[in-house]
């Protein structure tokens, strides 16, 4: 397990093996959640946007300007 020691001036330097981990580096941050009263969790508090890609699917098929205008429109005239 690792593991991290206080130095006086409440710093921590997290070992590698959790770096890599959490997919964390040189000025990235994280963040510390408190899971239960002193139990925390350490998780990244940023991400790069490119670790996002995938997470909507693609819709089945492409969508013109004009379809969403008249769909808008469609809509609109239902108030």
Do not use: N
């Not at 206080?6 to 959640?33: A, H, M, N, Y």
């Amino acid at each position: 397990m690792p593991q991290a020691t206080l130095t006086s001036k409440g710093q921590i330097t997290l070992p590698k093996e959790v770096r890599e981990g959490l997919g964390v580096g040189t000025g990235d941050r994280v963040d510390f959640v408190e899971t239960a009263k002193g139990v925390y969790t350490v998780v990244a508090a940023a991400r790069d946007v490119r670790d996002l890609k995938g997470l909507v699917a693609k819709p089945p098929r492409p969508v013109t300007v004009e379809a969403m205008r008249q769909a808008i429109a469609k809509r609109a005239a239902k108030r």
